[in-house]
């Protein structure tokens, strides 16, 4: 019997897997943005800026790749193994372990395509279904938490978040607020005993929050209390990036896994990520990338071997990449507070502590965030609504739709344009 190509069946991890996901439509959007439509104003997605000192030196390395010939060849014709390139490797064991007196070696380490990967194996050998019949979960400790997690497990009901304290560091009248991690809730979700690992990204995307040190060693605590591995997503974070605007320590422990990335560095193309954990943990990422791709992209780690082999690579975040989203980040909270207060809008501003997010709290909107992204798309202003990153809440929460998160890394005009239409309509659907 002949079948359609619209009537085969995918499984049920596939169908999960396929269906139109909040990262699918937001990558969707914005590759359309910034393919297609010139005039969009793209305040959405995570896309780096091109920050001009770090792509002088990118350049500058890729012409010295080009120019040896062994050295290219090597990069563009061989395979690494799945582990990644063993000298990267060894070099960013070592750069760890001479920095931070952290007691790893290569055999923590695994290499994956871009950090989106690593928290997809980590976190599908996490949590999911268990030898009889148990399951577990990944346990958020403070939502919104990163989009890109929340359509990742292979089963359904994957999550279980925690909703935040909420803090005013400059008074009401500030206009500034932070979330903090309501530990009594987190220690609500681990009595239940079906936590697989507990994961948070720091900085968080989507809102430039930073744990603190304080909040970071609790939560280690009570993972190490529960044998489970406490996961930090340092996409933005220490050791490199280094894209954070509060003090704020590298943390690692045994059963820490974290993961690092050399996109916010400047090279999303390059799909670079980085895990560092247990050796079980990290030997296992290394079987999926086999068993997935082969292999990894050698050229991210080609690109910035010489930095990790000469500690360079901590100096790029403080050096040249904080200046530069430090001036983005306070011209787009002026114009926030120029346009907002001028609309007459009820608006706070998330505390920008890292990353290159904005994440404006509308408080009197009629309509959810998801109506909003909709009305500022046909005023070609590009957001990401507030909803999506509150996946894994058991409880509806007003809040979730208040947000949008705003990516202020682009050029002044257009990030400036944007702030401006926004106020607008958040005036119009104001209450
Ligand atoms: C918090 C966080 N983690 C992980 C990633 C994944 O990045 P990549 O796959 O480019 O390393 C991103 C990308 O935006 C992110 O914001």
């Known amino acids: 019997m002949s079948q359609s190509a619209s009537s085969f069946e995918f499984s049920l991890a ?3 897997l396929a269906a139109r996901s909040g990262i699918l439509a937001l990558m969707d959007d914005m590759g359309r943005a910034l393919t297609l439509d010139p005039q969009m104003r793209m305040l959405g997605g995570g896309n780096p800026a091109v920050v001009p000192g770090l792509q002088a030196l ?5 012409a010295e790749l080009v120019a040896d010939a062994g050295g290219f060849e090597r990069m563009m014709v061989s395979y690494d193994p799945p582990q990644g390139n063993p000298r990267f490797l060894r070099a960013l064991a070592e750069l760890l372990r001479r920095t931070y007196g952290w007691d790893i070696g290569p ?27 148990r399951r577990k979960k990944i346990l958020l400790p403070l939502a919104p938490e990163y989009i890109g997690y929340a359509d990742q497990g292979l089963e359904p009901d994957f999550f279980v978040a925690c909703r935040p304290a909420i803090e005013w560091p400059q008074g009401r009248e500030g206009n500034v607020f932070k979330y903090t991690i309501d530990f009594a809730a987190v220690e609500r979700a681990l009595a239940r005993g079906n936590i697989g690992a507990i994961a948070a990204s ?16 609790r939560l280690s605590a ?8 406490l996961i930090l997503d340092n996409a933005y974070g220490a050791p490199f990036p280094g894209l954070m605007f ?33 050796e079980p943990v990290a030997m296992a990422i290394t079987s999926l990338t086999a068993v997935v791709g082969l292999a990894n992209g050698t050229i991210g780690q080609q690109i910035v071997l010489p930095w990790v082999e000469s500690g360079k690579i901590l100096e790029l975040g403080p050096k040249i990449l904080r200046p530069f989203y430090a001036e983005k980040a306070a011209a787009a909270a002026g114009w926030a507070r120029e346009f907002l207060d001028a609309a007459g809008v009820d608006w706070a501003l998330h505390a920008h502590e890292g990353a290159f997010f904005h994440w404006l709290w509308l408080k009197n909107l009629r309509i959810p965030t998801l109506e909003l992204y909709e009305r500022l798309k046909a005023r070609k202003v590009l957001t990401v609504p507030g909803e999506h990153f509150f996946f894994g809440l058991e409880e509806d929460w007003p809040h979730r739709h208040e947000c949008l998160r705003l990516n202020f890394s682009r050029e002044a005009e257009v990030v400036r344009e944007g702030y401006r239409l926004i106020a607008e309509e958040a005036a119009k659907a104001a209450r």
Do not use: Y
């Open 14 to 16: 596939g169908r999960k």
């Open 58 to 62: 990118v350049r500058e390395r890729m």
């Open 107 to 133: 055999q923590n380490l695994a290499i994956t395509c871009g950090g989106q990967s690593a928290f997809f194996f980590l976190f599908n050998l996490l949590a999911g279904r268990f030898d009889g019949g």
């Open 202 to 217: 720091r900085p968080t995307n989507p809102t430039g929050n930073v744990l603190t040190d304080a909040e970071v060693a």
């Open 222 to 229: 009570l993972a190490a209390a529960h044998d489970i591995p």
């Open 246 to 278: 509060t003090p704020a320590k590298p943390f690692w422990a045994p059963h820490v896994i974290l993961a690092l990335s050399l996109s916010k560095l400047g090279l999303p193309g390059t799909r670079t990520g980085i895990v560092i954990a247990p």
